[in-house]
């Protein structure tokens, strides 16, 4: 392996699922300033004001593809899509979109269920096997998925959202396991407690349940939509190729307290 090429992301072809905020969006942000093609799959209606911020702080051109992944045509168009705008070639998948709905799990309606399991495990998967398609034929590519830490715990009053994620750490490791010796890595980063646009807007951080949490983590704060980035870069680069069926806790210290 040639050291000077390790954390190396310029010219790699991208997909970044969710990239309109949050830590999907610095994610595609981090991957656009070290020279990497981005195409951002979202439902968001402000995706061309999203790739237009991105290009100013970066100075590079981003990609858009504006998809409901909650439903599986759509997930084929807007991969499909973003194929086109990469002119055909994928080097790296990140599957971050994800929803919330939060409820007494005795009064959980089912369309609700149906439909955090469809954005945050049915895209995992079509997206996933969709890419895998075609890094198989070319022998290499990354697959980075996002778990949560409700990947291990239970959380409270969101069954539908804990139970997928406990799902994608599973698929990702069922995947990986298939296609490690064929050149592609599939791992996953579960993010802790991060001040997202989400959390900031509904003023969890300062309920009594964000204050518990806090008390929780012993970095002593909640984490940056930018410092879950960074570890996605790592998986994604040269560096982390020995690296497949991983779950990378990013969460202050969290799981470990």
């Known amino acids: 392996m040639d050291e000077r ?100 799990s005795v009064d959980f309606p089912e369309e609700a269920w149906k439909r955090v399991l469809s954005v945050n495990l049915d895209a995992v998967f079509d997206l996933s096997q969709m890419a895998g398609r075609m890094m198989l034929a070319k022998g290499h590519g990354k697959i980075i998925n996002y778990a949560s830490m409700l990947s291990y715990i239970g959380g409270f009053r969101v069954p539908a959202y804990a139970a997928s994620k406990g799902a994608v750490v599973q698929l990702t490791k069922a995947l990986s396991n298939e296609w490690a010796s064929k050149g592609i890595q599939v791992n996953a980063v579960a993010p802790g407690y991060i001040m997202t646009p989400l959390n900031l807007a509904s003023g969890f951080p300062e309920t009594e349940r964000g204050r518990f949490i806090l008390s929780r983590i012993p970095a002593g704060r909640w984490g940056e939509p930018e410092e879950i980035a960074a570890v996605v870069l790592f998986l994604a680069s040269p560096a982390a190729s020995y690296m497949t069926g991983a779950v990378v806790p990013v969460d202050g210290g969290f799981a470990a307290s």
């Open 5 to 104: 090429h390790l954390f190396e992301w310029q010219g790699q072809k991208v997909i970044v699922t969710g990239g309109a905020s949050g830590m999907g969006y610095e994610t595609a942000r981090l991957f656009g300033l070290y020279g990497a093609r981005v195409c951002i799959i979202d439902i968001s209606d402000k995706l061309e004001e999203t790739a237009d911020k991105l290009k100013e702080l970066t100075g590079t051109d981003y990609y858009t593809v504006r998809a409901d992944l909650s439903d599986s045509k759509n997930r084929k168009r807007g991969f499909e899509e973003a194929m086109a705008c990469l002119e055909k070639e994928l080097d790296v998948l990140v599957n971050c979109a994800g929803i919330q709905y939060t409820c007494d």
